[in-house]
């Protein structure tokens, strides 16, 4: 960067002070979420079947998580900015009011529909695998996890309150611990190691809801013993007042964002369901690329999270005059860290199928599948760049109508035309559909080039 302007190489560092601990974090969650079904995996194939049906529909659970509490963290981001703690401090009680909301939503569907829910996922082939097996370990492990999503929803409202005042490291710290402490109960529970019972999946769970509480306990002893640094937090627990103004516009900022989340998520299964149309060959090509494709994508996702928070916090300080630029320099910056990442993903696309044991078609398949992954990497990270940059002045409703309305308006008719009434083979058919983001990028060029998003939301009184 030596050969930046100085005001611009000031830029990018603080750009990378932000987004760098975001990547780490969300590179440690995702290893972690990863982490129980790798090691149930070595005591059976039952037991890893039911930890990863649980994992998946609890990940459901955490996208409402992040949907209900981004429209708050808008305000949270752009009132830090203006220096109006007593704002952040309604922001943080009403984002505590909404994780409460969410929690007990959860724990009503899974203690209601739980194996209703998980049995959607059984269906007998012949194979190794049992339906009553992998039933029985998946309700056994939901059981236990269910107590993890108390110190989780406590986790997400504290992580996104820090994170829109620019504290990013913390949380990252505290999934490190977190994440050390998943892996050493993983461990002596589930093995039975250091005179232990060896308890299976139980033992996975337990492992996980424990490095959830040591997680959370770390997050509020920081946050609460250093007052000085988070003066929006002194006096949060002596009133749960929020402005009657401040509710309604977070729940029209994120209500959008909450649907949007639900209905995006369902398209992405839509999808891969019309590709699974051509074979269970393709199934498997795919579980192997999105695997390696997801450890490549933390880049620019966690870019993402940097733009909502340097442009929220700009936008709240009344910085008009330079958001534009500095959104262009943080698109700029973000493709050119998806030239770096898709090189990357390129590179090891016909090493990483190798792994699998699997026929020789379906490593040639998924090394196929990674490699246009890599090749789409700037498109998928010029969509989120525009996405973050709409929604971070409150743009909710053309977020909604950008992001998951694209997936079922066009992606998701395209991809069933093609799979039913085309002979296409599944890879130039994919190439097609990854390509056809290039009309998203197109969209969010004009609507970021307009500046309908340069709004300021701190005035909530």
């Known amino acids: 960067m030596m050969f930046l302007e100085k005001d611009t190489r000031q830029f990018y560092i603080r750009t990378l002070q932000i987004a760098v601990p975001i990547m780490i974090q969300n590179g440690i969650s995702n290893f972690v979420s990863m982490l129980d079904n790798l090691m149930v995996g070595r005591i059976g194939t039952d037991p890893m079947s039911g930890v990863a049906i649980v994992n998946q529909l609890i990940f459901v659970w955490d996208l409402c998580f992040f949907g209900g509490l981004a429209g708050i963290g808008i305000f949270t981001a752009q009132l830090y900015g203006k220096g109006d703690h007593d704002g952040v401090r309604y922001t943080v009680r009403l984002q505590l009011w909404t994780v409460l909301g969410l929690l007990a939503a959860g724990l ?28 029985q370990n998946a309700r056994a492990y939901l059981q236990v996890m269910l107590v993890g999503m108390i110190p989780l929803s406590l986790t997400h409202a504290y992580a996104m309150t820090l994170r829109s005042a620019g504290e990013t490291v913390i949380p990252m710290r505290a999934s490190l611990v977190a994440m050390a402490v998943n892996l050493a109960g993983n461990y002596i529970l589930i093995y039975g190691k250091f005179g232990a019972p060896a308890l299976g999946v139980v033992g996975a769970a337990l492992a996980t809801v424990l490095s959830r509480f040591v997680e959370v306990g770390q997050i509020l002893w920081h946050t609460h013993r250093h007052l000085d640094l988070y003066p929006f937090m002194t006096g949060l627990y002596r009133s749960l007042y929020v402005p009657a103004s401040l509710i309604r516009g977070c729940l029209q900022k994120g209500f959008p964002l909450l649907l949007n989340e639900l209905l995006w998520s369902s398209a992405q299964a839509v999808l891969t369901q019309n590709y699974s149309m051509r074979g269970l060959s393709v199934v498997a090509a795919f579980n192997i690329s999105q695997t390696i494709s997801n450890v490549f994508n933390i880049a620019f996702i966690s870019m993402g999270s940097a733009i909502a928070i340097i442009i929220g916090q700009e936008l709240g300080m009344g910085h008009t005059d330079t958001v534009r630029r500095d959104a262009r320099r943080l698109t700029l910056f973000s493709l050119l860290l998806c030239l770096v990442t898709g090189a990357g993903l390129f590179a090891v696309s016909g090493l990483f199928p190798r792994i699998y044991n699997t026929s020789p078609e379906i490593r040639n398949m998924a090394a196929g599948l990674i490699r246009i992954a890599a090749v789409c990497m700037p498109i998928y990270g010029y969509e989120n760049c525009s996405y973050f940059i709409i929604r971070s002045g409150g743009k909710t409703l053309i977020t909604f109508l950008f992001d998951s309305c694209f997936c079922w ?17 599944i890879l130039p058919l994919y190439l097609t559909i990854q390509l056809a983001g290039l009309v998203k990028c197109a969209i969010g060029f004009v609507l970021v080039r307009k500046g309908i998003w340069i709004n300021d939301l701190t005035q909530y009184s």
């Open 108 to 135: 009503f569907v899974f203690l209601r529909f739980g194996p209703s829910l998980i049995s959607l996922y059984l269906h007998a082939d012949g194979g190794a695998g049992s339906v009553e097996a992998t039933m």
């Open 409 to 425: 308006i066009v992606l998701i008719p395209l991809s069933r035309i093609l799979v039913l009434y085309t002979a296409m083979p």
